[in-house]
């Protein structure tokens, strides 16, 4: 009888942890195991058992105060007590979690459009959930005998490198982590240009390193996501450097026009020989060395400019809240003779310019709150203040070397120095 009492009671426990009945239900069904017992005594002759006294209330112990992403609280669960995991439901509570964060910080991000920020992340890495499939592709051409006519290298979250070397093969290695095993790379030739392709969003990362032979190369495109972009020592015609959040190093190259736009990273050119070099980023600073240009435009934002040995006919740069420095940037001008033209703008930033004493030159200089400080010898002042200057050199009209000046700011102190 207690045996078939004993079966029943764990068949109502068993219904109730299969969600078969509730807990009051299941506490109405061994209920009546009780009365049945009582009854049973009854007919018996047997008192029934007398219910058990009450156990005597422990006293509390004080909550202690717990810790949860760095703050403290006075109540909740105690820290020592190991939490109960439900292995199953792990790893759907774990995305759940990460896209509860990434729809959070997406949309404090979506507040901070105005910085120029660009933020390319997947929070589910964070809980182990992808896969990375590692490989390298490696190509090289037949010996090239003439002109490559393009060069096109799309890298994603790492480093697209393009390098001149001493050779007659062309030579480009892919370093990928794909999402999927079977993604696949492919090195296109045709029409004597070559170019990289794959499944951009079957990526993670792509990592792209190029020798060029000793060849022209035609056009040069070269694009790249969160990490730079370099080239050396190469010769061609066309180059257009694109990337974000990486840096652009531009080092011994020559072209008819090189266009290199960043962002949140730094430009650096050194070495370089174009009829039009453009250089544009945000947020980080320009440095040019040894630039030979007819014309030049460099423009950030949120930080400085600074050239040095410039032989350019036509410059321009513009940027805000910081720095505009340039010395030397009349290379070999007294000597080719001609017309230069600088202009030079920047805000809440100063502005400093060395000019060579025979170099004749025709100034015009302003500031909003702040001075202009001119020490130019032999400058013929038209009109003068505080915070503005035009005037020009006294030989400028019989001069070789003629350069025409314009350079302004806010909050920022502009000096004009002789070099």
Not at 39 to 54: L, M, V
Not at 128 to 135: C, E, L, V
């Amino acid at each position: 009888m207690n045996e078939q009492k004993n079966e029943g009671k764990m068949k109502i426990l068993q219904m109730l942890s299969e969600g078969t009945i509730g807990v009051e239900d299941a506490m109405k069904l061994l209920e009546q195991f009780k009365e049945e017992g009582h009854e049973s005594a009854r007919r018996e002759g047997r008192p029934p058992r007398p219910p058990r006294p009450p156990r005597p209330e422990r006293p509390r112990r004080p909550e202690r105060p717990h810790v949860y992403f760095g703050h403290v609280h006075g109540n909740g669960p105690d820290p020592r007590r190991r939490p109960e995991v439900d292995v199953q439901d792990g790893s759907h509570k774990a995305m759940s979690f990460a896209e509860s964060i990434g729809e959070k910080i997406s949309g404090a991000l979506s507040k901070l459009d105005n910085l120029d920020i660009d933020i390319d992340f997947d929070f589910s890495d964070v809980f182990g959930t992808k896969h990375r499939y590692s490989n390298t592709v490696t190509y090289i051409s037949d010996p090239i005998a003439q002109n490559i006519a393009s060069l096109r290298l799309m890298g994603k979250n790492a480093t697209v490198k393009i390098e001149g070397y001493d050779g007659k093969e062309l030579r480009i290695t892919c370093a990928y982590k794909s999402k999927r095993p079977d993604a696949q790379v492919t090195i296109c030739e045709e029409h004597g240009g070559f170019e990289v392709q794959y499944d951009y969003n079957a990526m993670y990362s792509m990592e792209i390193s190029c020798e060029v032979p000793q060849a022209f190369v035609e056009e040069i495109h070269a694009e790249s996501k969160n990490s730079g972009i370099k080239l050396h020592g190469i010769n061609g015609r066309t180059y257009n450097i694109l990337t974000k959040n990486g840096g652009i190093k531009l080092e011994k190259v020559r072209a008819d026009e090189i266009t290199a736009k960043t962002r949140n990273s730094s430009i650096q050119a050194e070495e370089v020989t174009a009829d039009t070099i453009s250089l544009e980023t945000s947020n980080s600073k320009i440095n040019a060395e040894y630039i030979t240009a007819n014309v030049a435009h460099f423009v950030t934002s949120n930080s400085k400019v600074e050239t040095e040995d410039l032989d350019i006919k036509q410059l321009y740069i513009k940027t805000s809240n910081s720095a505009i420095k340039m010395e030397n940037i009349f290379q070999n001008f007294a000597e080719t003779g001609g017309e230069r033209t600088v202009e030079a703008h920047t805000s809440n930033g100063g502005v400093s310019i060395y000019i060579p004493r025979n170099v004749a030159a025709t100034l015009q200089a302003s500031t909003t709150n702040s001075r202009v400080d001119c020490h130019l010898q032999d400058l013929l002042v038209g009109d003068v203040s505080k915070n503005y200057i035009n005037g020009r050199t006294h030989d400028y009209d019989n001069a070789m070397a003629k350069a025409k000046i314009n350079i302004s700011t806010t909050n920022g102190t502009i000096k004009i120095r002789e070099a």
